[in-house]
């Protein structure tokens, strides 16, 4: 990934190289500055993602935790998440603050030390979430400060790959450990890395004109429903994302149930997947800088929902590995266009409270949705493939809504238009000795005085309703 542009900014020496004059390396920019601070203390976020997202679930059915009690964690990040709703009066307003509710939440990962018991898997889950909910709408105005808007998807590509590639390597440990007991010691491992990560939010910097903004619950509700475009934004991720927030829960179960993995096989499918969204993360962030975040996360949805088809059919190991990947690139498209559609289509003063808002709207639907998968999977009238199912089709509806609103869906009618002229239309004649394709003018009127190679290439699709009216009758 090319860093010219960004790091050539400012010559390689700071006075001239004169005899007897020793050359100094001149301070980075700001922008360098904070670039490098937002990766370093990614990789401490992506390792505590790693764990809580990929491991905790399947170690806490492992555990004996029933479905019902799967939901309950699937849900737990979405009841954290309405904790954004609260940033506007008691979250952190400055990055040093910040930095300290991360190194909490990494803290907490520390309880699964006194016993793997799934009471205690779902408090560090809680606790991680909480903390990351209460610095969400900091985060999104540092970005939309620190970042130019003409590059700023490829700045967060930047990011997102240095925190999946953190994930990836943590979950390659955990895989190469290959038993279920070693995974503790990496998780103690992993929590520290994340408190020593998270000191790096708090050398951030802001301009000093920029104001600490203070808002309430409704005027975070506000700030996403009030413009038209972020309104439609909401409908169609409540409903992608209501497919998604199950899912987690019901691969847990395919993992162990259906397919009987162990955790290092687990975790080598979560690595696939935190690889593959490590290499997609740089990708996405340059196409949405170049086709805008609408696109990118309209292909992402796409995406995501034919992983989720391909869960449903996964007949063994290697199937879940391809969805597992799958899946992993089509989160890498979502994660990098989510900041940049608050930041297109938010006012600068308001992308903390837009950001607060859109979180807990997000959190009341993983609530609810965990639930209605959950119950009729207790109640024996499906199985965890049905469930699947039913997330695949809301999926669905989110990946259609999100192409209709990006124009996606107006491209093939437009080829379709393009080329219907051409298909319709007499072939032209010419008065050169030879065609375009190449044909000679003799040869090829001779084939269009033959009635059938006349027929055949003046009218393809006349020919192609034929052939099929006489299969039918």
Known sequence: MALGPIFSSRPVLSRAAVPGTRATVPRPTTLQRNLLLDLSSAIGLGTTMAIVGVLLPSAARREGLDSLGLAVLAALPFLASMMSLLAGRIGPHTPGRLALVRALGSAGLLVVLIEPH??????????????????VPLQQRLWATMY????????????????FAAGTVVLLAISLAATSAGWQSIIAIVAVVGMLSAVAVSRLSLPRDDARPSYSVADSFRSVLQPPMLRRITLAQLFFGGGMVATPALIAMIHIDRLGLGIEDIALAGLAGYAMTTLAFGVWGRVASRIGALPTIALGTMLGSLAIALFVLAPDFGAVILATALLGTAGAAVDVSWPLLLADHAPHEEQGSAAAGMNAIMGIRGLITPFLVMVPIQAGLIDETGGLALCLMATAVGAGLYVRMSGLSRLPLSVVASLRPWLQSPASATTSDSSSSGWPVVLRSRLMRSTMAGWVLKRPLTLLSSFFTGLTT
């Open 118 to 135: 799934p009471l205690l898997l779902a408090v560090a889950t809680f606790g991680f979430w909480g903390a990351f909910s209460l610095g």
């Open 148 to 163: 130019p808007s003409h590059a700023r998807g490829r700045f967060l590509g930047i990011v997102g790959t240095g925190r």
